[in-house]
């Protein structure tokens, strides 16, 4: 079963720093991969996504992810966090062909200084 | 959002009660899902559903029993739960697109605390 790793656990940073998460995943074949958020107190919202073609896929409020097949890699990065950035960041993966078995990885919590 | 809802957003329950969380889906989506979320764990996926057949059982205990009663409705029948089972309880759907190319989308939760 494919397996999705987040290193980070919980990362501070101050407004206007730059982010990248790190999201790995165990898987030789074809997947399609997620980033998802969950701000406080509210629901899982798709952030981005990758199915195909271009391997940086860039999503909502600035965000972007880049899709390195041979470090089976899809990190997230923000060149400037602002403070209503605070929040639980999801990464996930489905394999071609089996898109209803979505594995997540285990969050990464951002906090954002002001 | 209100793409998908859920009710309630919060449960207290015994032990020895029957309840029943639902979650209704409004995009049309032909697939629905549980999950559930627990402090310091991956969201593990608990059933899948499609077209009202449950197509995933990933091996969950039998005092959760989902039932799926047309495409934009799904419930989630607890009795006899275990204090461990306290969690938050997610639903979500998804088109169901064939080859994989495919978005869950996801409602508020359920957070269940079990006495």
């Known amino acids: 079963a494919q397996s999705v790793s987040q290193h980070n656990h919980h990362v501070i940073l101050s407004e206007a720093a730059s982010l990248e998460l790190g999201c790995n995943y165990s898987?030789?074949?074809?997947?399609?991969l997620f980033w998802y958020v969950q701000y406080p107190g509210q629901h899982l919202q798709l952030l981005l996504k990758?199915?195909?073609?271009?391997?940086l896929v860039k999503g909502i409020k600035g965000f972007e992810a880049e899709f390195i097949k041979s470090k089976f890699s899809f990190n997230l990065r923000k060149p400037s966090v602002q403070w209503s950035d605070t929040a639980e960041y999801f990464c996930?993966?489905?394999?071609?062909?089996?898109?209803?078995?979505?594995?997540f990885g285990s969050g990464t919590q951002l906090t954002v200084l002001p | 959002e209100t793409g998908v809802t859920q009710t309630p957003r919060h449960l207290v329950m015994g032990m020895t009660n029957k309840k029943s969380l639902k979650c209704e889906q409004h995009?049309?989506?032909?697939?629905m899902y549980w999950y559930k979320q627990s402090a310091k764990k991956p969201l593990e996926l608990m059933f899948v559903?499609?077209?009202?057949?449950?197509?995933e059982n990933n091996s969950v205990p039998s005092r959760f029993s989902p039932e799926c009663p047309n495409s934009s409705h799904l419930f989630l029948h607890l009795h006899t739960l275990q204090p461990e089972d306290s969690a938050l309880y997610l639903c979500?759907?998804?088109?169901?697109?064939?080859?994989?190319?495919?978005?869950?989308?996801f409602g508020p939760g359920t957070r269940l605390t079990v006495l």
């Open positions: 996930a993966v489905t394999l071609s062909g089996s898109a209803r078995q979505l594995t």
């Open positions: 559903y499609n077209f009202k057949e449950q197509t």
């Open positions: 990758y199915f195909s073609g271009d391997p």
């Open positions: 979500a759907s998804s088109q169901d697109v064939s080859g994989g190319s495919d978005t869950q989308y």
């Open positions: 995009l049309g989506h032909n697939a």
């Open positions: 898987y030789g074949g074809t997947v399609n």
